[in-house]
């Protein structure tokens, strides 16, 4: 491997990892960090890029993405309710205003992102 193809997959990696830390953490956005691991490891590793691609939790991200899919309609609401419900919970345990607004504006970027996406319209297309 060329360094450049090295430092490519090492940096695919981290956004796969911050990628599978955002599935849990709501201030930590999934999708744009493994679509980033997926452009790094196309341009490194064909094997990395292909497993990921072909990945039970993540592959789906990739092939609605790259096909336009879109996003299910029921992911989009479990998304938005774990997305404010952890937000609402960090704000209860800090109480400091300027945080109000920081996780405030992280929600209401994170929602209108997921708004923006397309859904899915059919029970057909979720394959």
Known sequence: MKPKQILLAI?????LGLGAVGAFLPVLPTTPFVL????CFSA???RLHAKLCRSRFFG????HYRTGRGV???????????LWAGLIASMM?????????ILG????GGTAHLLLIKTMQSV???R
Do not use: H, M, Q
């Open 93 to 101: 345990a800090v109480r400091t205003w300027w945080i109000y607004l």
């Open 72 to 82: 299910k309609l029921s992911l989009k609401i479990t998304s938005l309710i774990i």
């Open 105 to 108: 504006l992280v929600g209401a």
């Open 36 to 39: 980033l691991a997926a452009g």
């Open 60 to 63: 789906p991200y990739i092939e």
């Open 11 to 15: 940096l695919g990696l981290a956004c």
């Open 124 to 126: 057909n297309d979720n």
């Open 44 to 46: 490194s590793s064909e």
